[in-house]
């Protein structure tokens, strides 16, 4: 993929992106583990914890297909730990600033595995979500990240850029992944490189504040 192509679109992802929130993460693998356990869709798995919760998702969706109330349950699950994780999410340093200097300049878009309901209540309560085209939530996806499936979607909605013409932002290698596995580049956010080596993403640049992110433009 060259790095000499030009950026004309931006995908941010949301949680820890854009938005300072506290859901726990670890928790909500630990119930969504439980949930699909205890209904049987999983193989034996015991280093469950080196999945995330859309890979142990996946295994379900293996067994049981994608209908069912299994699927609604789960869902439930993870709803749960996304409304006490959002209550009050602030956002992240910087991001206001910045989004109000790319408007215009660029698509953008959010792109994230939280329901569209929450992302759309959640942007609009901290004033940003005036500045993206589109939310993308896992209404939108087929698969949740690390699939490519919400950065295809996006790729679908803009027909005259091209998927190597789009860069994710986003903090963890399951963002790097999409992207990549999507035909886009991935920009890093933060410091968490856990992943990435093991899943092979690359990324373009690794960024610590979100101000940077305007020098790699």
């Given at each position: ?9 931006l995908m941010f ?165 999409a992207a990549s ?37």
């Open positions: 993929m060259s790095h000499l192509l030009p950026i004309r679109g992802d949301m949680d820890n992106t854009v938005l300072r929130s506290s859901i726990d993460f670890p928790a909500m693998k630990e119930g969504v583990y439980s949930y699909l356990s205890g209904h049987r869709l999983l193989p034996d798995l015991p280093a469950w914890q080196q999945y995330t919760s859309a890979q142990l998702i996946e295994m379900a969706r293996e067994r049981a297909g994608d209908g069912g109330q299994w699927l609604d349950g789960v869902w439930d699950v993870i709803g749960r730990f996304e409304r006490e994780g959002m209550a009050g999410a602030g956002l992240e340093p910087e991001v206001h600033e910045v989004l109000d200097r790319l408007y215009g300049r660029y698509p953008m878009v959010i792109l994230t595995n939280n329901t569209y309901p929450a992302a759309l209540a959640a942007l609009t309560e901290t004033g940003v979500k005036s500045y993206f085209d589109h939310i993308v939530g896992r209404e939108q996806m087929g698969r949740l990240k690390p699939s490519p499936d919400g950065v295809l979607y996006v790729h679908k909605l803009y027909p005259d850029i091209a998927a190597e013409e789009w860069v994710v932002v986003g903090d963890s290698w399951m963002d790097g992944k596995d999507g035909g886009s580049r991935f920009i890093l956010y933060g410091c968490d490189t856990a992943g990435l080596e093991t899943n092979e993403v690359p990324f373009i640049a690794q960024i610590s504040k979100m101000s940077e992110l305007l020098e790699h433009l």
